[in-house]
């Protein structure tokens, strides 16, 4: 059971746009990271899960367009961790991870995102809360199922994924 409980709508919607901003801007960073490193395929893979993101924080502002809602420094925001549940831990990316590995740590956030929701809708203030989370809830379990089914459908690469044949070269 959480803690978290958001006392009115307005609260809980600011932490849902910025639970969807940060997982957005995240994954832009990555795609952008593999774009870099010529791994289109990642490349691809996180834009369009960036693009699924955008627009479920798009649609969170337009419910709120009417609402005042509150304005939170970055560690006021009230998370049942230290960060918003759907960015991921970083130190697992690398510019050549396999497609599996990414599929994975973006299946993780995507759980965590509709875990937190799920626990809103289940112990929130207010009805409309819980209804609406129930909704977001719903969302994400939207896009875990779309990660499991590219999982699915994803080839093993095999062990030697890390060969690197052009390693950057570091001072001695």
Known sequence: MS????????????????LEREAVEQLREVAHMMEVHNNQGLYELFSELAGYGLEHAEAIEALARDRELPSFKPWEYEWPDDESPETGDTSDLHYQMTPQQALNLALSSERKAQHFYRDIAEYGETDKIRALAREFAEEEAEHVQL???KL?????????WAADLDPPHMPE
Do not use: C, P, Q, W
């Open 147 to 149: 990660i499991e089914d």
């Open 3 to 18: 803690n978290l409980r958001y006392k009115s709508m307005e609260v809980f919607l600011a932490h849902a746009v910025a």
């Open 152 to 160: 699915k459908n994803t080839a093993d690469v095999g062990a030697d």
